[in-house]
């Protein structure tokens, strides 16, 4: 694996695999996929490597499902926290900038492959409309909990302000 393929792997662990509890005892000893419950094989799909003692494996269906939603909102985060233009935009409600628009758009994708449902704002705790998804009127947000980051959206505009 490439330093890039490590890094999602290691988001994809820490964000995207369901709890232990949450698992079948198959899933949680590699014999099914943690996302889709499919049997794999031995020696097939791909090792997330979570911990001693803990064997999840994903099917190669749905590890690239996830990557990509790893990878997308990792990149729309980079990207809306260091473009000047978007932190304006977003501050007063306004559509980030054309690559960030894409790269909602691509987030959208990504997240609607992986069956996850609508994002909804930190903040207010509403979800993120249609006509918002379409206008890009919303942004990724990284916030430190207790013991770990957590990743969600916030509404552009009134939102940003109370978070």
């Known amino acids: 694996m490439s330093a890039a393929e490590d890094h999602d792997l290691a988001d994809v662990q820490f964000f995207e695999i369901p709890g232990m509890r949450q698992l079948t005892t198959e899933q949680n000893a590699g014999a099914a996929c943690v996302w889709c419950a499919d049997p794999l094989a031995p020696g ?3 090792n997330l490597r ?12 749905c590890y690239p499902i996830r990557t990509a939603v790893v990878s997308t909102y990792r990149d729309l ?12 935009a977003a501050l007063v409600g306004d ?16 997240r609607t492959a992986a069956g996850k ?47």
């Open 95 to 110: 559509r980030l900038c054309a690559e960030a628009t894409f790269g909602q758009a691509a987030l959208l994708r990504a």
């Open 77 to 88: 985060y980079r990207h809306w926290t260091s473009c000047p233009p978007c932190g304006d």
């Open 117 to 163: 449902g609508r994002p909804v704002c930190v903040s207010c705790h509403e979800p993120i409309t249609e006509q918002e998804l379409n206008d890009g009127t919303f942004a990724p947000l990284v916030w430190m909990g207790y013991s770990s980051p957590h990743r969600g959206f916030v509404h552009t505009g009134a939102c940003m302000w109370t978070h």
């Open 50 to 61: 979570a911990g001693i003692g803990w064997a999840p494996y994903s099917c190669l269906a």
């Open 44 to 46: 097939t799909g791909v």
